[in-house]
């Protein structure tokens, strides 16, 4: 499947198995970015229905619609509409369940695409990650293959909290194996992509093809890079980290995003308080410059994460020399 198809796909299996799961969004009948195509050709525009693009009053009806005991999944499109909507998504959403001792749970997927989807301007290349993490009260998901897209999706939707979902734009015509029986992918589970003895690197969304294919070209000098997928931000396996840090002792990490007070900043700070003895050097931070990214062509690609980004981040990790034989 395509990771857009992968996406509708999970959404598709929650619908089948609860009548309370119900899709709202931006064109969602017409799915721009494809992540709920043809899904109200089977359920209808009862379940399946477009909404205004007021995106502060949606998410409010949306946690009301929860609150009751229905199951929102609220398609945004873009990454920077949330943030019109962050006083009910950190005010409410992300609080009520805390505020009311947990009588009252908010099982709301916000959907979002995010990073640059080729020339569509700074309002529509954001990736909001970072501040939902900070919202204290939502989980976020971003992954990073067809087969997470579907199992995370049918994980976030059966989850009694708020969980926002965030898809990489530059990764929905992505292609892969995706899993028939419908399981879902446990939320705050990372997952090992390629074993490595001299650095490790952690990346999200589009940044872990990149660091695949940078680690497919270290090799050939002799340099093995382990790749773990973060893909559940909120809650974050450090554990997964961690452990392979004490094997490779150097840590690189990769976000599609700002640097400034970002995911990197937050994975680099919590890993000197687990594994500080065992690093060699530094962790370094691969990520988007701290500008609006652009509209040019030229421009937006300086900003996104690319593979030679990711080598060169390794190279620096090692301090420039090539690593003696594990």
Not at 104 to 119: F, N, T, Y
Not at 164 to 181: Q, T
Request: overall charge negative; glycine content about 10%; proline content about 6%.
């Amino acid at each position: 499947m395509f990771l857009s198809e992968a996406v509708a796909a999970g959404i598709a299996t929650a619908m089948r198995e609860d009548g309370t799961v119900f899709l709202f969004g931006e064109d969602v009948d017409r799915s721009v970015l494809g992540p709920t195509k043809g899904l109200v050709e089977e359920f209808g525009q009862e379940r399946v229905r477009n909404t205004p693009i007021s995106e502060q009053a949606v998410v409010g009806a949306m946690i009301g619609a929860a609150a009751t005991g229905l199951r929102p999944v609220l398609d945004l499109m873009f990454g920077g509409f949330l943030y019109v909507a962050m006083d009910q998504v950190v005010n409410q959403l992300a609080h009520i369940g805390y505020m009311s001792g947990g009588r009252v749970r908010l099982p709301v997927v916000l959907m979002a695409g995010i990073g640059p989807s080729g020339q569509a301007g700074a309002q529509h290349s954001e990736s909001p990650h970072a501040a939902l993490m900070q919202a204290a009260g939502v989980k976020v998901v971003v992954p990073s293959t067809p087969a997470d897209a579907k199992g995370l999706m049918i994980a976030a939707i059966r989850d009694p909290d708020p969980v926002a979902y965030l898809m990489d734009v530059s990764l929905a015509g992505s292609r892969g194996p995706v899993d028939l029986a419908d399981a879902a992918v446990p939320l705050g589970r990372a997952a090992v992509r390629r074993e490595g003895v001299h650095v490790t690197v952690a990346a999200m969304a589009s940044a872990v093809p990149a660091s695949l294919m940078a680690a497919e070209g270290l090799s050939a000098s002799g340099i093995e890079v382990e790749v773990i997928d973060l893909r559940s931000l909120v809650p974050l396996d450090l554990d997964t980290v961690c452990n392979s840090i004490r094997k490779t002792r150097h840590l690189v990490i990769a976000e599609t995003g700002r640097r400034t007070c970002g995911l990197g900043a937050e994975v680099a700070a919590r890993v000197l308080e687990c594994a500080w003895e065992t690093l060699e050097a530094p962790p370094v931070r691969v990520a988007w410059p701290d500008v609006p990214v652009p509209f040019s062509p030229s421009l937006e690609f300086a900003c996104i994460v690319t593979e030679g980004d990711v080598a060169e981040a390794v190279t620096r990790a090692l301090g420039g020399r090539k690593p003696s034989a594990a």
